[in-house]
């Protein structure tokens, strides 16, 4: 089995894993646990804490006391581990515990399988930036893959969806079966996955390295903060957490968005509402397409531009769905789908190369980290807080969300995001910018 195939797969279920359960997860807490938006936001923003918390940790101890592919696997098997305890959990507040410790495990996995495709890679003699991204691509196709299966084993009338059935009608259990099927796959693959991982090409520490001089804050990786007393780099960071707000917010709230038209007669049985994961998996398949269109968007336009076009797409993104409809407009939602592919990547790549091509080469992982930290830590934190609060007090009444002014309201929301960047965020276009990717 060659090096190449054993990362594709390894990339394939590092997304398979998270993907069975991400976009379902609030059908799960709406739908069959009865949560509030506020304590659904609170479940969510666990993605975000651990994101700040947790890669700089598991990247020091790869770095100095574990094989890398040995610490990849041990967290896979934890995170494993943890969400087979999901489903015993009643309340949301025992259920964000769980899951915050589902999310420490997880979480930097998400950089650790970089690093490890990149060692492995590179004591091979591999061309790293040739071969990773078609490697790579194979994580979005196994996360689309996990949302459909997903999507087959929870619907009761699927031959697909276990439990024991009486009559016509599910029993509890069964119910209950049906809405857990996501965390038994996802746990089930992970463990497997952490498994695997361990018998990949062993990566050691590094510890022939000198840290005899080396400082607390360069130990823990937060000397990009130093970054912040440029006005230009400061900038950047802030509307990085803004725009992190909303990186996640349909994929939090995207299915239960499109099964809630089940409360509407007409639309209730349409493919769209049986089928929400599979209709919202074009999302994930339009980002392997977009993701191939970056180096021309950059070379063409530049950095500030091309993360412009990605605001834009995210005011579509919303947009879309605050006047698509399973029948009339489903073009619409099919739309808001595609965008995101475009509003997704172009952000998260050409935000990595400016950060790139900006910052000293001795602080350069330290500050992708900082941007990670956040769009993915703080900005997921802000976005699932507040959309929690604000979906609870100011669009639910009798029960029954108000999908139309709540991505009405996102949609805004990125539109003023959108001005103030363009106002405030001061870079000038360098055609050489993307050539360093390659460096």
């Not at 581990?81 to 999901?86: A, E, H, K, M, R």
């Not at 003699?125 to 997903?150: E, L, S």
Request: proline fraction near 3%.
């Amino acid at each position: 089995m060659s090096i190449k195939f054993r990362l594709t797969l390894m990339n394939f279920f590092q997304l398979f894993v998270w993907g069975a359960w991400l976009t379902t997860l609030a059908s799960y807490g709406f739908g069959f646990k009865q949560w509030s938006g506020q304590e659904f936001g609170i479940v969510f923003s666990t993605l975000g804490i651990a994101s700040i918390i947790m890669p700089a940790i598991s990247g020091i101890i790869a770095d100095k006391f574990m094989n890398l592919e040995k610490l990849y696997g041990l967290h896979h098997i934890l995170y494993g581990i943890t969400l087979l305890i999901i489903p015993n959990i009643d309340n949301a507040s025992s259920f964000f515990w769980v899951m915050l410790f589902a999310m420490i495990f997880y979480m930097p996995t998400l950089s650790l399988s970089n690093a490890l495709s990149y060692t492995i890679l590179k004591n091979n003699d591999y061309d790293v930036v040739k071969v990773y991204p078609p490697i790579r691509v194979f994580g979005t196709i196994g996360f689309i893959v996990a949302m459909w299966i997903t999507n087959l084993v929870s619907d009761p009338e699927s031959p697909l969806a276990f439990g024991l059935e009486i009559g016509n009608k599910l029993s509890n259990i069964t119910g209950m079966a049906i809405q857990c099927n996501q965390f038994y796959i996802a746990a089930f693959f992970a463990i497997l996955l952490g498994i695997y991982s361990m018998t990949l090409p062993k990566c050691p520490p590094k510890n022939e390295i000198d840290n005899s001089n080396v400082t607390l804050v360069e130990k823990l990786g937060l000397q990009g903060f130093k970054l912040f007393k440029q006005t230009k780099m400061a900038t950047f960071f802030i509307f990085s957490i803004f725009l992190g707000a909303a990186l996640q917010l349909t994929n939090m709230y995207g299915e239960t968005y499109i099964k809630d038209f089940s409360k509407v007669p007409e639309f209730a049985d349409t493919f769209a509402v049986k089928s929400a994961n599979i209709v919202l998996s074009i999302s994930q398949i339009s980002e392997t397409i977009f993701i191939l269109a970056i180096p021309f968007f950059l070379k063409r336009f530049g950095i500030k531009k091309v993360m412009l076009f990605s605001l834009i797409a995210w005011v579509l993104r919303f947009g879309f769905f605050a006047y698509g409809d399973p029948i009339n407009s489903l073009w619409m939602i099919i739309m808001s789908n595609i965008v995101y592919g475009f509003a997704f990547d172009f952000f998260n790549i050409s935000g990595s190369l400016f950060v790139e091509t900006t910052t000293d080469s001795k602080i350069r992982s330290s500050a992708q980290g900082l941007f990670m930290m956040m769009t993915n830590g703080f900005g997921a934190v802000l976005g699932s807080l507040s959309s929690g609060y604000l979906i609870d007090n100011y669009f639910t009444y009798n029960d029954v969300k108000d999908w139309h002014n709540i991505w009405l309201t996102f949609a805004i929301y990125a539109l003023v995001i959108t001005v103030l960047f363009a106002i405030f965020f001061k870079h000038k276009h360098n055609p050489n910018d993307v050539e360093s990717i390659n460096h």
